[in-house]
């Protein structure tokens, strides 16, 4: 079975975590200098506790962020999917 190949396209330390609604927006600086912000977003209720949690731990990640390689060279078109609302 072929091993699936990512190319690694930025890798973020985590410098502020927002709660919102549905999930949170992390937001943090790569190590090109870049700023970025990564939604993360789940389909079920957080409680106060759990977001507690979930918040502090995420404000002391380093997140990789990914992409699929494809033959021929090209990448992966990710997959849309819908977004509860």
Do not use: C
């Not at 927002?18 to 789940?42: E, K, M, N, V, W």
């Amino acid at each position: 079975m072929d091993r699936l190949e990512y190319q690694p396209l930025a890798i973020v330390e985590v410098e502020e975590v927002r709660p919102d609604p549905h999930g949170f927006t992390l937001s943090g600086h790569g190590r090109d200098h870049a700023p970025y912000q990564i939604g993360l977003r789940f389909e079920m209720p957080l409680d106060a506790t759990t977001r507690a949690v979930l918040g502090e731990l995420l404000s002391q990640a380093e997140l990789t962020i990914s992409r699929l390689l494809v033959a021929g060279g090209g990448n992966a078109r990710p997959r849309e999917r819908a977004h509860k609302r």
